[in-house]
Nanobody, 126 residues
């Protein structure tokens, strides 16, 4: 059973940075397409970024491109999300997710991911 546990959330001011971690257990992070999603207050869950199965390709939502970077450590079996130049509109609960699907046309769809973490709160004050 794959388990995902996020950490690293918190309260920061606009312009600051945070790094989220997602510890994977029960399997290897390199066997899945891994993604980050977020759910802002009062809104639906939305795609943030994903990394391909071989780690060579990264996909980003337009709202975070150039500010957020997804990465993974096979050795530590962990997924990361480096968030720079944070804005108040980045405030949300952030979730990591894992999918065993193949191809790359679906990575932004939350229903394509079968494993989810419990989420970590990120709050950006203005």
């Amino acid at each position: 059973q794959v388990q995902l546990v996020e950490s690293g959330g918190g309260l920061v001011q606009a312009g600051e940075s945070l790094r989220l971690s997602c510890a994977v257990s029960g399997d290897t992070v390199g066997r899945y397409v891994m993604g980050w999603f977020r759910q802002p207050p009062g809104n639906e869950r939305e795609f943030v970024t994903a990394i391909s199965l071989n780690g060579a390709n990264r996909y980003h939502a337009a709202s975070v491109r150039g500010r957020f970077t997804i990465s993974r450590s096979i050795a530590k079996n962990t997924l990361y999300l480096q968030m720079n130049t944070l804005k108040p509109e980045d405030t949300a609960v952030y979730y990591c997710a894992a999918s065993s699907r193949t191809g790359n046309s679906w990575y932004y769809q939350s229903n394509a991911y079968e494993h989810w973490g419990q989420g970590t709160q990120v709050t950006v004050s203005s």
